[in-house]
């Protein structure tokens, strides 16, 4: 199984609002990724868990706040965004930290 | 400065004429290429892993090879289904930082 699932697939939230995204994969991969990625650019790293900690955080801001409740899954937890924050956000996995990454389809998301 | 450019932005091809796409790379070290695959609204897709300058790797009708300061992705016979965006993507050694191109699109035209 090489498949790394994201939900929801999209999500419309207004400024106020708290919402989550979540990441599962089920190959046992040790390192697990948030990106952001804007129409026609590549996607820019956000956080890496290695081995369920917090191991690189690209100075992302703090209304953006990552969990990783298990080896499987991963969380994005959203509050107060800003429009500009609207864009597809990716989850990804490898075997180790930055080795070849798969990636899930994404979940897009729009901020009102 | 660690800095990966592609080129060319976009490619038009016909079906069947061969080309190459390039990924010019600059860092201290490099750990790792790496070449992906992204439809559009699509998440993108593990094509291949080069490490070290001479290495190649092939996949059906991609080919992809690495120097000392490039790589190429050839893409030979090209169909209609290959139409996507190309990144590439490098781990720079001593850094925590894996760094994507801009991409090139590639539309291969019936």
């Known amino acids: 199984d090489t498949e790394v699932t994201q939900t929801p697939k999209h999500l419309v939230m207004g400024m106020t609002n708290k919402k989550s995204l979540k990441c599962e994969q089920h190959?046992?991969?040790?390192?697990m990724y948030w990106y952001k990625q804007k129409a026609k650019k590549p996607p820019e790293l956000m956080f890496v868990?290695?081995?369920?900690?917090?191991?690189i955080n690209e100075s992302v801001p703090s209304r953006f706040s990552p969990e990783c409740p298990n080896s499987s899954l991963l969380n994005l937890h959203l509050h107060a965004l800003q429009p500009e924050d609207s864009a597809l956000y990716l989850c990804?996995?490898?075997?180790?930290?930055?080795?070849?990454?798969?990636f899930g389809p994404g979940t897009r998301l729009t901020v009102t | 400065e660690d800095q990966v450019t592609q080129s060319p932005e976009a490619l038009r091809l016909q079906e069947g004429e061969s080309s190459s796409l390039n990924c010019s790379y600059t860092v201290s070290g490099l750990r790792g290429l790496f070449w992906y695959r992204q439809d559009p609204g699509k998440g993108p897709e593990f094509l291949f892993t080069l490490y070290s300058a001479g290495e190649e790797k092939e996949k059906e009708r991609l080919k992809a090879t690495l120097t000392k300061k490039e790589s190429f992705l050839h893409i030979t016979a090209p169909k209609p289904e290959d139409s996507a965006t190309y990144l590439c993507?490098?781990?720079?050694?001593?850094?925590?930082?894996?760094?994507f191109g801009t991409g090139t699109r590639l539309k291969v035209l019936a």
């Open positions: 190959m046992g991969h040790r390192a």
């Open positions: 993507a490098v781990h720079a050694s001593g850094t925590y930082k894996y760094i």
């Open positions: 990804a996995s490898s075997q180790e930290t930055l080795y070849e990454q798969y």
């Open positions: 868990y290695s081995y369920e900690k917090l191991s």
